[in-house]
């Protein structure tokens, strides 16, 4: 027996040994985008009505790295919900920063140690 035959009958043994979900019929794309746009909160409404708004001043760059699910979200963030990905950041880098001052406080007493 060649050593393709025998990987061969190895792997079939294998697939007869398992046990395989149930197929569950996916809903449509068309359901789910109705459904999510009614579920959604009137907090998040808010949140992306905030981020829209929200104006983004300066011409300075900056690269940072994220890994993959973060870039996967940012992807998705436009065509969903009409956000801009640059005042997305933005948004939540300046609400971080206003919602911990403390940390602020911080990098200003090391700036002033240096």
């Not at 990987?7 to 398992?18: E, F, M, N, P």
Request: hydrophobic residues 35%.
């Amino acid at each position: 027996m060649g050593n393709g035959d025998y990987i061969s009958k190895l792997v079939q043994g294998v697939r007869a040994d398992l046990v395989l979900p149930e197929h569950k019929a996916k809903p449509s794309i068309k359901s789910k985008r109705k459904v999510s746009i009614k579920t959604r909160s009137r907090g998040i409404n808010n949140l992306i009505s905030a981020i829209k708004d929200f104006e983004v001043n300066g011409d300075s760059k900056r690269l940072i790295r994220m890994d993959a699910r973060t870039e996967e979200v940012l992807k998705r963030i436009n065509p969903t919900f009409g956000v801009d990905v640059t005042s997305f950041v933005n948004f939540l880098c300046w609400d971080f920063l206003e919602n911990n001052p403390e940390l602020v406080n911080e990098i200003k007493q090391s700036i002033q140690k240096l």
